[in-house]
């Protein structure tokens, strides 16, 4: 009976070091796997879960991006100290879609023949920067007789990375708009998209330049990572597990614990208000709601309109929990001073799935296609929403 006891201690004791050893070996592999993984654009992640890696904790060192970022010519923008970045005028260059590469946006004497490669794709969408730096057509500072003048701010997704002038959806909206018109009053659109603006170099163009032009409406174009970087700390705010904090403490409990999150019963938890990520971002909420407010205040005060279009990620197509976030907090916002408000994500989601209405390979920027539903969804508004 003794010898029973030793060999079921023995056996025991084996099973515990095995266990032991094979957990060690999986953190170990995990920890590599994080560091790995630190900072990786979210098209590296060939395979990955995209909502189980997006959820990271207080200790998890995993943070997505969501676009593959491009080659900029910084030639084709000024630096300012006020506005961030203004485009270069009297400029043309090329937006260049290159497959399984890093993309470019450059000057039109770049060279395209060195991209005739064998087995090298690529899309070029030529565009034109006008003489008062504006994308698209000339036109005049003072706004002309029997027109109506429409102002686009906002970044690249409103400038139009990877689409060409009048393919952007600020050309689409003017094109739309005037077409519906039965009077012969002129519809005239300015693209003052610029690249890497936030919305307090949005509210500086805003300031400083677009109410120069008598708009009698500015549409902003607000991309969720013109409130903050990176957009993933908007859509997926942490969230609180209970008291099970010590998962955050080793890899393979912080791997459990973005594994329920990820499910549908981890959507329902309570946003950890006192989680320092979730605190920076309500604090750029805040701030990026005082612009707004500001902006409108002072386009009434000249007889003109705001519009807000929340321009969605790819990343929001069938994902409705990212939208009390972002979406919904702008609607809100915009209900509460009569701004008005476009949510194109609706349309985009009906019309067709992200991969045709995006750039391959971007979950940020629309291509030719996403930027005429963009279109379709800010005609309806001003249809609804009459201009002063």
Request: charged share 20%; proline share 5%.
């Amino acid at each position: 009976m003794h010898q029973l006891g030793q060999r079921v201690a023995v056996r025991a004791g084996l099973a515990i070091l095995s266990v032991a050893v094979t957990l060690s070996t999986v953190e170990r592999i995990l920890q590599w796997r994080e560091s790995s993984q630190s900072g990786v654009n979210l098209q590296q992640l060939t395979g990955s879960n995209v909502d189980s890696l997006i959820h990271r904790q207080a200790n998890d060192p995993v943070r997505v991006r969501f676009f593959n970022g491009c080659f900029l010519d910084h030639t084709l923008l000024h630096q300012d100290p006020v506005l961030g970045y203004v485009n270069v005028p009297n400029s043309d260059g090329y937006s260049i879609r290159i497959y399984g590469r890093t993309n470019l946006v450059v000057r039109q004497t770049f060279d395209l023949s060195q991209l005739r490669q064998p087995g090298v794709r690529v899309d070029v969408a030529p565009f034109h920067i006008n003489a008062l730096g504006n994308r698209g057509a000339e036109s005049d500072f003072a706004k002309p007789a029997d027109t109506t003048r429409l102002v686009f701010l906002g970044d690249s997704v409103t400038f139009g990375y990877y689409v060409r002038d009048e393919e952007a959806y600020p050309a689409v909206v003017a094109a739309r708009w005037q077409a519906s018109l039965s009077s012969s009053r002129h519809v005239e659109e300015i693209n003052a998209g610029v690249s890497g603006l936030n919305v307090d170099q949005i509210f500086c163009h805003l300031r400083e330049r677009a109410l120069s032009w008598s708009p009698d409406a500015v549409i902003w174009g607000f991309y969720v990572n013109d409130l903050v970087e990176p957009e993933a700390d908007v859509l997926f705010p942490v969230r609180r597990l209970g008291g099970w904090t010590c998962l955050d403490e080793t890899a393979l409990g912080r791997l459990i614990e973005r594994c329920l999150l990820a499910s549908r019963w981890g959507f329902s938890l309570a946003v950890d208000g006192q989680h320092p990520v979730n605190q920076t971002v309500e604090q750029a909420w805040r701030h990026a709601e005082m612009l707004v407010e500001e902006s409108h205040r002072l386009l009434e005060a000249r007889g003109a309109t705001l519009i807000l279009v929340a321009i969605p990620s790819a990343i929001q197509l069938g994902r409705p929990w990212t939208r009390c976030s972002y979406q919904e907090r702008l609607r809100r916002l915009c209900a509460r001073h009569d701004i008005g408000f476009v949510d194109p994500l609706p349309l985009l989601e009906s019309a067709s799935p992200a991969t045709n209405l995006y750039v391959s390979g971007d979950l940020i920027h629309p291509n030719a296609q996403g930027h005429a539903v963009i279109a379709s969804a800010i005609v309806e508004t001003l249809a609804a929403h009459p201009l002063q």
